[in-house]
């Protein structure tokens, strides 16, 4: 596996379940990030870990729970979500959190019902 | 704090002719600029990206982009599209510890 891989490409769940999306990186990166992705909305930073300590959180309700056991692995948890959290999560990694260009992974489309 | 301005929502161009993608941006400092590009159902893929020196950068795929900090822009050009030059393209900026500030994305659509 090369760049950023995203697991699963697709989820559907019903808002009372709970589940995961899981990315790793094997880029060599320090920083990883959660973004959103909604229809005719920009892209919306949610979380960014640096050396996988949590440097931002966009006032991301609390539903969303994001771990980052080390440096190449990013979750985001789900749990008892709304229909408006359907969307396109994209995780990113960079060399660095400041200045640094980063890669993307494909994406999971989540489907809230 | 920075925010980027692409005003072309869509924007539809011949198979062979030039393309030219707007980007404004807002920020008190020089920042790094980037741009991204994005098919369908895919993650984003970085084209180019200025951080300092010569102010037109090069880029994957033909693209180049000119920074012009008297205008607060970062425009996308390529001289000749392609059908598979059909996507979304982002224009970002880092300017402080928020990490990159995305515009809304210009569609572009090319027509045989």
């Known amino acids: 596996e090369t760049g950023v891989t995203q697991t699963p490409r697709h989820l559907v769940m019903g808002m009372t379940n709970k589940k995961s999306l899981k990315c790793e990186q094997h880029l060599g990166h320090n920083a990883m990030y959660w973004y959103k992705q909604s229809a005719k909305k920009p892209l919306e930073l949610m979380f960014v870990y640096n050396f996988k300590e949590q440097t931002e959180n966009n006032s991301v309700p609390s539903r969303f729970s994001p771990e980052c056991p080390n440096s190449s692995h990013l979750f985001l948890h789900l749990h008892t979500l709304q229909p408006e959290d359907s969307a396109l999560y994209l995780c990113?990694?960079?060399?660095?959190?400041?200045?640094?260009?980063?890669?993307f992974g494909p994406g999971t489309r989540l489907t809230v019902t | 704090a920075q925010s980027v301005t692409q005003p072309d929502i869509h924007i539809t161009v011949s198979e062979g002719a030039s393309l030219e993608l707007r980007c404004n941006y807002s920020?008190?400092?020089?920042?790094?600029l980037f741009w991204y590009v994005q098919s369908p159902g895919q993650g984003l893929q970085l084209l180019l990206k200025?951080?300092?020196?010569?102010?037109l950068v090069q880029g994957i795929k033909g693209f180049e982009a000119e920074f012009k900090r008297s205008q607060s822009s970062f425009n996308l050009r390529k001289p000749s599209v392609h059908w598979s030059d059909a996507a979304e393209y982002f224009c970002a900026v880092v300017g402080g510890a928020d990490g990159l500030t995305f515009g809304k994305g210009t569609h572009l659509i090319i027509q045989p």
């Open positions: 920020y008190g400092a020089t920042p790094y």
């Open positions: 990113a990694s960079s060399q660095g959190v400041l200045g640094y260009e980063q890669y």
């Open positions: 200025y951080f300092s020196g010569d102010t």
